[in-house]
C-alpha cells in the first residue's frame, strides 16, 4: 500500500492483482515487506518528446504525391525541387503508363493530349499549366525516354519533372 | 514563530495526461509519416525552350555527353576565355566527371556570371542516372536553367 500513497505513482500506481490477498502468503502470517517502485516518468516523458519533434521536423505536408512503382529505383538528387501532383508518365517493365493506365508508345501522344483536354474541360478559364512527372528506373537508357519527352513536347507539356529520391 | 500549522508547499503534477497526448501524437505521425522523400528534376526541353526565347541570347552552354562518359561543353552568346568557349572533361568509369565539371562550370561562372542555361544533350545509350547526376552537378553550380533535348 506504501507505494500507492507515495508520490506521483499514486495516480499511476500498477497495483498486483494478487495484492495483499495472496493465498501462497496470507497477509496475516507473512512478514510484511515495503516495495517501491516509482515509475520515473519524467525520463519517458522526455523520450516521448525528443520522438514528437524528431517526427514533426520530418514531417512532410505534400504527403505521397506519387506511387513509385514496384521495379522502379528512382535516380538520386540533392538538389530536387518540390513535387507537385501532375500527371505522371512512368515507365515500368519496358511499358508504358499514363496516370497508372497503359498505353502503346504509338499512343502516347493521343493519351498525352486527352489529359490536356481533361484539364481545360474540368477546369474552364484556367491556362494550362503544361507541366508533367516522368518516373522511370535509374538504369534506364535515354532512348526509352526520349519518346516519352517527344511526346511531350508533341502534345503541349513543355515543362518536364524527372521524379527522383532526394538525398539530401 | 507561529504555532499554526505550515501547510505543504509540495504538489504533484499529473503526468498520465501529457503522456496520453505525447502517445497520440507519436501515433499520427508515424502513421502519416512519408519516409521516401521523392523530389523532382525541372527541366524545359531545349528545342522548345529556345524557340520561346528566340528573341533573347542568354549565355547558353550545351553539353554533349558520349557513350563512354565524356562531356563536351560548348558556351555559347557569353564572354569567356576562349580555352573555356568549347572544351571536353573526361569521363571515369563510364560515367561523367562530375567532381571536374563543377570546377569547369565554377570558373565559366566567374567569366560569365549570368551564364545560368545548360542544354544536355544525351545520346541514346546515356542512362538516365547520369542525366540527372549531370543535372544535380549543374544545379550545385548555380546552372537553374536547365534543358534536355530530344535525340
Known amino acids: ?168 | 514563530m507561529s504555532l499554526k500549522k505550515k501547510k505543504s508547499l509540495d504538489f504533484e503534477v499529473n503526468l498520465i495526461p501529457f503522456i496520453d497526448l505525447l502517445s497520440t501524437c507519436i501515433c499520427f505521425l508515424l502513421l502519416t509519416a512519408v519516409w521516401v522523400n521523392v523530389a523532382s528534376m525541372n527541366v524545359k526541353q531545349a528545342v522548345g525552350g529556345q524557340a520561346a526565347e528566340a528573341g533573347t541570347k542568354k549565355p547558353t552552354m550545351w553539353v554533349a555527353m558520349a557513350p563512354n562518359g565524356d562531356l563536351t561543353l560548348d558556351v555559347k552568346d557569353a564572354r569567356v576565355p576562349a580555352k573555356l568557349a568549347k572544351f571536353s572533361i573526361p569521363g571515369t568509369q563510364g560515367k561523367p566527371n562530375l567532381e571536374l565539371l563543377g570546377q569547369a562550370v565554377s570558373q565559366l561562372k566567374s567569366s560569365e556570371p549570368a551564364l545560368n542555361t545548360a542544354l544536355i544533350q544525351p545520346t541514346a545509350a546515356s542512362v538516365y542516372e547520369d542525366i540527372i547526376g549531370l543535372m544535380d552537378g549543374f544545379k550545385k553550380s548555380g546552372v537553374t536553367d536547365l534543358g534536355v533535348s530530344p535525340l
Open chain 1, 1 to 168: 500500500m506504501g507505494i500507492v500513497n507515495q508520490g506521483v505513482i499514486k495516480t499511476s500506481a500498477i497495483g498486483s492483482v494478487i495484492g495483499e490477498s495472496s493465498i501462497l502468503a496470507p497477509k496475516s502470517e507473512r512478514h510484511k515487506r515495503e516495495v517501491h517502485a516509482e515509475l520515473l516518468l519524467t525520463a519517458l516523458i522526455d523520450a516521448f518528446s525528443i520522438l514528437v519533434i524528431f517526427l514533426l521536423m520530418s514531417f512532410s505536408s505534400a504527403g505521397d504525391l506519387i506511387v513509385v512503382g514496384k521495379g522502379i529505383e528512382l535516380p538520386k538528387a540533392a538538389m530536387g525541387d518540390q513535387l507537385d501532383r501532375q500527371p505522371v508518365v512512368k515507365v515500368e517493365g519496358g511499358k508504358l503508363f499514363v496516370e497508372d493506365k497503359q498505353v502503346q508508345e504509338a499512343n502516347l501522344v493521343q493519351a498525352l493530349l486527352d489529359l490536356r483536354k481533361k484539364f481545360q474541360e474540368t477546369r474552364p478559364g484556367e491556362e494550362f499549366p503544361g507541366i508533367i512527372t516522368i518516373q522511370g528506373d535509374r538504369r534506364l537508357k535515354y532512348e526509352q525516354l526520349n519518346s516519352i519527352v517527344l511526346a511531350s513536347s508533341q502534345a503541349g507539356f513543355s515543362d518536364i519533372k524527372f521524379a527522383v529520391i532526394s538525398s539530401n
